[in-house]
């Protein structure tokens, strides 16, 4: 039942109203194509932030590469040439399919047509605990956040005297050996054996250990075996540790304790991160409980071939809250790519619609997949074509930057990347706040009266 007392906020139009929930890479390609249309379609886009943050590049903000800034551009402003298109900043918390009406926090809207594109959050497969000890990298609070932990933990070191606790500082540990842990863990190691190396008078930060744990048997499991090994390879070469078939049972008192087949080993770290794993929005359990959609294990919503809810033709979802099971063996990956061709589509389809028209299912074109690992090594599947090395390097570089949304931030991340690599220096490396420097110290200083211990078969 819609609260009637929340103010009406649909626009006074007599044209086919579509209302999108997310500015992320799937809202924002959707807004952006239904701009196209304004004779035919009025569109509001919703979300709780005011801005398009480009996910790929948040790696580089946790590892003091770029700015928040760089990698993220004001919604309204991205729109701003889109006249058919209002932005409300606003929290969706339900939808009502009989009335067709959004329910945010303070409003409502009305719609014909619904696009849903919340992505996705951390999934630490039922350890919730875990997350004050393990941030994931999702937004650009969680990229700060690990931020000060990196460069914080190196300022502690420095201080510490015991020289089992120093190592603990020293020691990093990155859960997940997918795109994402990949890149901090080679982004990490190029900090502690090189960026900072010349820094500190007390440490040697090139005494840093950087342990990446992965549960399958590679790292890079979507990619192909051969490149899981080149990406290996590449970070073994820049000094990361990296443990296959680990599977972690707990985080506590910045203790990792993990298994090896029958083994049960433990690292003593004070800066540990998560990337094993994510699950959908909450606004996937709205969709369960008003529309019946089918969610699959991560909570995701099954969709149809057009992208539509079973039994809600009005209803799409899109990018990393969408199961589409109707292309391959597998669900499409959640990747920037995918979420984008999905957005253009389902506009497409709408057009198609007020005309009167249909369009055949969704199909998504494969680009290819791309990792970093750290400079001058990446890896690079175009299907047709898998290679690694420092062309692959270059290729990941163009793309990224080809897909960021506004040309000043294209223009800053080059510059900053040109100035990085001739100078190997990282320029945002900033511990920022008054609370970061005192209360957050605090909290890393929780367990410094203990004895720790390093229980890994690597060597140090």
């Known amino acids: 039942m819609v609260n009637t007392q929340l103010p009406n906020l649909t626009p006074k139009t ?69 006249k058919n298109t209002h932005v409300l900043l606003d929290e969706v918390v339900d939808i009502d399919p009989d009335s067709k009406t959004v329910v945010m926090n303070e409003g409502i809207v009305n719609y014909d047509s ?23 990298l999702k937004t650009v609070e969680d990229a700060l956040e690990i931020r000060h932990r990196i460069f914080m933990a190196f300022e502690a070191a420095e201080k510490e005297t015991d020289p089992a606790l120093q190592q603990a500082w020293l020691t990093f540990v990155i859960i997940g050996g997918g795109p994402t842990g990949v890149e901090l863990a080679g982004a990490i190691a190029e900090i502690a054996y090189s960026v900072l190396k010349k820094d500190f008078r007390k440490i040697d930060t090139t005494r840093a250990r950087i342990i ?68 959908a929005s909450g606004m996937s359990k709205v969709l369960e409980d008003r529309l019946g959609a089918t969610l699959d294990r991560a909570g995701r919503v099954i969709v149809e071939p057009n992208l539509s809810v079973a039994g809600y033709p009005d209803v799409f979802v899109i990018g990393d809250l969408a199961n589409f099971p109707h292309q391959n063996e597998r669900p499409l990956p959640g990747v920037a790519p995918v979420a984008m061709q999905e957005g253009e589509y389902v506009a497409k389809l709408i057009k198609q619609r007020v005309n009167g028209q249909e369009m055949a299912p969704f199909r998504y074109m494969e680009l290819g997949s791309l990792a970093v690992i750290g400079q001058n090594a990446a890896v690079v599947d175009l299907g047709f074509v898998k290679f690694s090395g420092f062309l692959a390097w270059l290729i990941w570089i163009f793309a990224h930057v080809y897909y960021l949304i506004e040309f000043d931030n294209k223009m800053v991340v080059m510059l900053q990347w040109g100035w990085n690599y001739v100078t190997r220096g990282r320029g945002a490396r900033l511990i920022t706040g008054e609370k970061d420097l005192v209360s957050g110290f605090k909290l890393y200083q929780e367990a410094a009266d203990k004895e720790t211990k390093v229980n890994i078969k690597v060597e140090a």
């Open 14 to 82: 007599d044209k086919h109203k579509v209302v999108i929930l997310g500015g992320g890479f799937g809202g924002l390609y959707a807004a952006k194509t239904l701009g196209k249309y304004e004779a035919a379609v009025d569109v509001t886009l919703i979300d709780k932030r005011n801005f398009h943050l480009f996910q790929p590049l948040l790696y580089q903000v946790a590892t003091g590469t770029l700015s928040p800034a760089d990698i993220a551009s004001p919604l309204r402003g991205v729109l701003s040439g889109n």
């Open 212 to 279: 990446l744990l992965e549960g399958m048997d590679r790292v890079l499991p979507p990619y192909d075996p051969s490149l899981s090994a080149k990406a290996q390879k590449s970070l073994e070469n820049l000094g990361v540790q990296v443990q296959t078939k680990s599977l972690v049972t707990n985080i506590e008192d910045h203790l990792v304790t993990f298994k090896q087949g029958d083994e049960q080993l433990e690292i003593a770290a004070k800066t540990i991160v998560w990337a094993a794993g994510v699950k």
């Open 114 to 136: 619904l696009i849903v594109a919340t992505g996705v959050s951390h999934h630490y497969f039922g350890n919730d605990h875990w997350k004050p000890y393990a941030p994931g």
